[in-house]
């Protein structure tokens, strides 16, 4: 056929929510590009910034002598407690966090003055000149000591649901039991970093790597005597949070910023991995104990709980984070009568602070470990158990704190995992297989999730957004949450890009800045989408309102007949291209530019009776994980993990199931090879890669099958009906250490319960396969 010289017009593909869109910043983070604090250039006359820490663990400092440090070479100032201007704190809560020690110190690594000189190297060792008399006082490093003590940073909390007591009594049967569960460091892969540069008239902006720029904006303004407004802190991206950025930045941001107003010249402060991991918080350790009754079925009648955790040497989140692991203590069982204590210990070490899951993990551990448990007593299998646990309908939907489940797809998930994943027959395998080795054991376990979504902390659930919409069609976005790799900067962008049916590549996501949107919260909780995507959709949708009631108006028809479509503007019989609505409405004096927000509805609790409605919602998974354990030396393999996931209608599959992989390998790290370890007198030893050993690509299961629940809609009104997806994927990985627990057991036919701590490094491990051996008469 001849060439008729047409042209084919290709259709227009429209990209907007629920695509597999990459991250924003995808190709910037794998060529190197993408620009992080540390990698802005350095302004002229730039100062760095050493913090001096303490050598002691609880001390009174006798007398601190800093001459030789101020003579040092390089040394331009020396800043200790009495030259802030304003209070000496930057704690979120309690105002017990000093920027520097003022007469005691209570941990090591606690900051105790501020070099600023023309190096790092001559500010570290300037600060190693230092001469500090130190009049040691009792130091609790562990929480055995703090209670010993009782050295707690609030009085223990209670929340319960019916008679424990009396339902225990009554029970079947009964079991006791303990066991401990470790910290974990942050280990983001960059680390701590602030520059800040003087402004006229004492302000100051300050880059930050902060998961809070709001906090760190006012924290900032309250050690330099300052009103907020004098205070601007940017955040472009952060090399990672996890949790570990939402206070502990505070600290290094205030100290340069102080340097920068004190010396009128810009100043960093960056501390090198070492030091970072020194001066900053952890995850909770946490010591439980229980005691559960059951019947014969293994459907649990009553529970008692006690929850204890070392919070360190100051309150930081810590009364919040010990609030969620009683939240969720109960995972997805419905538990008749329960009652659960949980006491917050001051011990002399760094304040631990928020990791992902703020405390859910280290509560749903505790009950995945008394489902294991009564699964051993009983001889069903625990899958079983756990069935038999999950919430139901009326009568066996209220939670502890008196919240009615009415979402929950729990029994769905893990009737869909199970089959997927063919758990029963390789169960059959796995004991054979055990029944035949005798040096190599196996373990499978699946375990479900159910995670909570909201800040307990009611007034944090607010965002707000701004949208700048250009005369050529460009579309400005800032919003107050935080890009941490999570991918939160793109989804946001996929909710814009939806709104005006444009392609996203039209929407432009500048720096979190507090002094576009203010007050932020956090982006935390795994709130980050759903608050800021909500916050854009409402500024959004203000300016699409003006731009129909003004398109219906010049070309004459009806609002209703004005639509956003991928192909343009339609009014009426009219079909605008989007960049030439843009134009034509500038011209007209409309307003394209708007702000958002919003707050979260439903939510509300009591702190004083642990009651009310803290979430708005749930997140649901399921995770199947199967491990190999040498008995010989306690090394031990995840071969194989299958995971199904509720992400509600997800907004970016692609994302979403990399958050799931990764929360999934981190919480393995946590469970099973990260491990903190003080000495006694307080200096954290594993300070390094070199000691503190997080999953590496060889750690991943071979086979690690992730998927999105299909049927997956939020019942609630989120942002296009989807769900959070950042900390409770991180649980799933329970489902590993359960499996661990099955393998030791099966060293004795399942006739002991392990004695198995976390994490379950090769070391606990062997320990608890002889522990089982002696208990069965084995060796």
């Known amino acids: 056929m001849a060439d008729s010289g047409a042209k084919l017009v290709e259709p227009v593909v429209f990209q907007g929510v629920h695509a597999s869109l990459p991250h924003d910043s995808a190709l910037r983070h794998v060529s190197g590009a993408a620009i992080y604090v540390d990698d802005i250039p350095e302004p002229a006359g730039m100062l760095h910034v050493h913090l001096g820490m303490s050598q002691r663990a609880h001390a009174r400092i006798v007398s ?24 000496n704190d930057v704690s979120p809560v309690i105002h017990d966090d000093r920027l520097f020690a003022d007469g005691e110190v209570v941990c090591v690594g606690q900051s105790l003055f501020a070099v600023a000189a023309t190096s790092i190297a001559a500010a570290r060792a300037a600060a190693a000149r230092a001469v500090v008399v130190y009049e040691d006082l009792p130091a609790a490093i562990t929480i055995g000591k703090a209670r010993a003590a009782d050295l707690k940073i609030e009085a223990s909390q209670r929340m319960a649901r019916g008679d424990a007591a009396a339902a225990l009594a009554a029970s079947p049967r009964r079991l006791q039991g303990a066991f401990a569960v470790g910290g974990q460091d942050h280990f983001y892969l960059e680390g701590q970093v602030a520059l800040a540069t003087p402004r006229e008239g004492g302000d100051v902006h300050v880059w930050s790597s902060t998961q809070h720029p709001s906090e760190v904006q006012h924290l900032i303004a309250r050690v330099l005597d300052v009103p907020h407004t004098s205070v601007t802190v940017e955040v472009r991206r952060m090399g990672g949070g996890f949790g570990g950025k939402e206070t502990q930045a505070s600290l290094f941001a205030a100290a340069a910023a102080l340097v920068a107003v004190k010396t009128g010249r810009p100043a960093k402060a960056r501390p090198d991995r070492d030091e970072d991991m020194v001066m900053t918080g952890k995850r909770h350790d ?18 008692a709980l006690e929850l204890a955790s070392r919070c360190g040497s100051t309150t930081d989140l810590s009364l919040a984070i010990n609030d969620r692991a009683m939240f969720h203590a109960d995972n997805c069982y419905f538990l008749p009568a329960v009652e659960i204590v949980s006491h917050r210990f001051k011990t002399h070490t760094v304040s631990n602070t928020a990791f992902r899951g703020f405390g859910g993990p280290q509560g749903m551990a505790a ?29 066996r939907n209220l939670t502890p704190y008196h919240q009615t489940v009415e979402d929950n797809v729990a029994p769905q998930l893990l009737a869909e995992l199970a089959a997927a994943c063919d758990y029963e027959a390789r169960q059959r395998d796995i004991d054979a297989y055990n029944a035949r080795s005798p040096v190599i054991k196996k373990g499978l376990a699946l375990t479900p999730v159910k995670f909570g979504i909201s800040f307990t902390t009611t007034h944090l659930n607010q965002a707000g957004a701004l949208i700048h919409l250009y005369a050529d069609g460009s579309i400005l976005l800032n919003h107050g949450g935080t890009e941490m790799g999570q991918g939160l900067f793109v989804k946001v962008a996929q909710i814009v890009a939806e709104a005006f049916k444009v392609d996203v590549s039209r929407v432009k996501v500048t720096s979190t800045v507090t002094d576009k949107v203010p007050n932020t919260s956090a982006t935390a909780a795994s709130s980050g989408t759903d608050l800021n995507g909500m916050a854009a959709l409402n500024a959004a949708n203000a300016i699409k309102a003006r731009l129909v009631a003004f398109a219906a108006k010049k070309w004459g028809c009806d609002e209703a007949e004005v639509a956003f479509t991928p192909e343009g503007l339609r009014a009426g019989a009219e079909l605008v291209p989007f ?29 004083a009776t642990h009651t009310g409605r803290p979430f708005y919602y749930f997140a649901y998974g399921a995770a199947c994980s199967e491990v190999l354990i040498d008995t010989l030396t306690g090394e031990m393999k995840v071969t194989r993990a299958d995971i199904l996931h509720d992400a509600g209608r997800s907004l970016n599959p692609a994302i979403d199931l990399g958050q799931i992989e990764g929360g999934f390998i981190q919480g393995m790290g946590w469970l099973t090879t990260e491990e903190l370890v003080f000495s006694a ?42 769900k959070a997806v950042g900390e409770p994927p991180l649980m799933l990985a329970l489902s590993v250490l359960s499996a661990v627990s099955r393998a030791v057991a099966s060293v004795a036919d399942h006739k002991v319960f392990p004695n198995l701590d976390a994490p379950a490094t090769p070391e606990r491990i062997l320990m608890a396969v002889e522990d089982v ?3 069965a008469g084995l060796g």
Not at 69 to 87: F, N
Not at 286 to 303: I, N, S
Not at 581 to 588: I, N, V
């Open 286 to 303: 946490f010591e439980v104990a229980y005691d559960v009754g059951f019947d014969d079925e293994g459907r649990l009648t009553g529970l």
């Open 773 to 775: 051996k002696k208990r």
């Open 681 to 722: 007198d307080g200096r954290l030893l594993t300070h390094a890669p070199s000691t503190y050993k997080i999953p590496t690509c060889g750690d991943r299961p071979a086979v690690l099958n992730v998927a999105l629940w299909e049927p997956g809609r939020n019942v609630e009104e989120t942002v296009h009906r989807s």
């Open 579 to 607: 960049e030439v609505l843009c134009r034509q409405a500038h011209l007209a004096r409309v307003s394209l530019s708007s702000t958002g927000f919003y707050a979260t509805p439903k939510i509300h609790y009591d702190r």
């Open 64 to 87: 601190m002598d800093l001459s030789a440090v101020r003579a040092s070479p390089g040394v331009v100032a020396v800043l200790t407690a009495q030259d802030i201007p304003g209070e």
């Open 367 to 395: 009950i995945e470990r008394v489902m294991d448990a009564v699964a051993q007593v009983t001889g069903l299998d625990p899958l079983e158990v756990r069935r038999r646990n999950l919430y139901g309908g009326e009568g």
